[in-house]
């Protein structure tokens, strides 16, 4: 089993609609959580972090985290072409001090 | 501010060679971060100093891989000599303290071994 797994997609959406992109993981200690986005031939852009059960909004995106469940998700809402990209789950295991494990990534594809 | 920077974004050598790759992290942060990506799998960490120390080297793959942190500023990151399977994407990034500091990529360099 993969450490952080998701699924690699593409997952297509069109415009304007809620894209919801899932990750889970296996160390249940794990404490710290983050979604970056990365274009092709460009560098992971951190956009979310979260630390605690519950959801966390910044503007359209929502990160959604149930520990119990071992389970963290992004919502991005009113897609738009410019956020088709790969979304990578990344998870700071327990022992892992500041070391992030990834998952391969999500890509997604906003339809105009 | 200036982000991660990399150098060179790619680099093409023949197996046996020596390629020595760079990152110059933001100013200021102490926590410098390698990982590499192998085609079709996920970024994988390598290592982290904090400023010129090692402070987890688990994920170097083996001991043809050396980094290093002179002075505590930029990162080099030599892999001598190089093999086939150590083609992929190599990424730097930085924070600015530990614990929950978010961790800020470079572009990465994109290194084939032929």
């Known amino acids: 089993q993969k450490e952080v797994e998701q699924n690699s997609g593409p997952l297509s959406v069109p415009e304007g609609a809620i894209a919801s992109l899932n990750c889970t993981y296996s160390?249940?200690?794990?404490?710290?959580f983050f979604w970056y986005r990365q274009y092709s031939g460009k560098s992971p852009e951190l956009i979310m972090s979260i630390y605690s059960n519950g959801d966390k909004e910044d503007g359209r995106f929502t990160a959604q985290l149930n520990k119990a469940s071992q389970y963290v998700s992004l919502l991005i809402r009113d897609s738009q072409p410019s956020d088709s990209a790969t979304y990578l789950c990344a998870v700071i295991l327990s022992g892992g001090y500041q070391k992030v494990t990834f998952g391969t990534g999500t890509k997604l594809q906003v339809i105009p | 501010e200036a982000g991660v920077t990399q150098f060179p974004s790619h680099s093409v050598i023949e197996k046996g060679q020596t390629v020595t790759l760079r990152c110059d992290p933001i100013?200021?942060?102490?926590?410098l971060y390698w990982y590499r990506r192998v085609m079709g799998k996920e970024i994988k960490f390598l290592l982290h100093f904090v400023k010129e120390s090692k402070q987890d080297e688990s994920g170097m793959p083996n001991n043809r891989f050396l980094a290093e942190r002179t002075g505590g500023t930029y990162s080099t990151l030599k892999v001598q000599p190089a093999e086939l399977e150590d083609s992929g994407v190599y990424f730097c990034?930085?924070?600015?303290?530990?614990?929950?500091?978010?961790?800020?990529f470079g572009d990465g360099t994109r290194l084939s071994i032929l």
């Open positions: 100013s200021g942060h102490d926590n």
């Open positions: 160390d249940r200690g794990s404490q710290s």
């Open positions: 990034a930085s924070s600015q303290g530990g614990g929950r500091q978010p961790q800020h």
